[in-house]
């Protein structure tokens, strides 16, 4: 079993910044594509940017160059620097983890982490 822990978020003023991080934790796997996704209130969750194993990045296009997705391979753990910040950024972002072993391999969510941007 992987358990991610997300933490970063939190109330920021528009133009404001923030660093979301997701440590993942456990047992006898590794780690793929890690990604970050975000629900607005009413609204489908959806891609905000994704890095694979090797750093090749992807964003949505209303973060790209704003937001910038790393990872720290040696402690499994992804993140997400929030630069810029609007009001429409404000969501619950949650982490996404591709964990593998030998013979198995499965997607893992966190359980969110509120962004809210308003002045």
């Known amino acids: 079993q992987v358990h991610l822990v997300e933490s970063g978020g939190d109330l920021v003023q528009p133009g404001g910044s923030l660093r979301l991080s997701c440590a993942a934790s456990?047992?006898?796997?590794?780690?793929?594509?890690m990604g970050w996704y975000r629900q607005a209130p009413g609204k489908q969750r959806e891609l905000v940017a994704t890095i694979t194993e090797g750093g090749n990045t992807n964003y949505a296009d209303s973060v790209n160059g704003r937001f910038t997705i790393s990872r720290d391979n040696a402690k499994n753990t992804v993140f997400l620097q929030m630069n810029s910040l609007k009001p429409e950024d404000t969501a619950v972002y949650y982490c996404?983890?591709?964990?593998?072993?030998?013979?198995?391999?499965?997607?893992?969510w966190g359980q969110g982490t509120q962004v809210t941007v308003s002045s």
């Open positions: 996404n983890v591709l964990a593998y072993g030998s013979h198995w391999s499965m997607y893992f």
């Open positions: 456990g047992t006898a796997f590794s780690i793929g594509d």
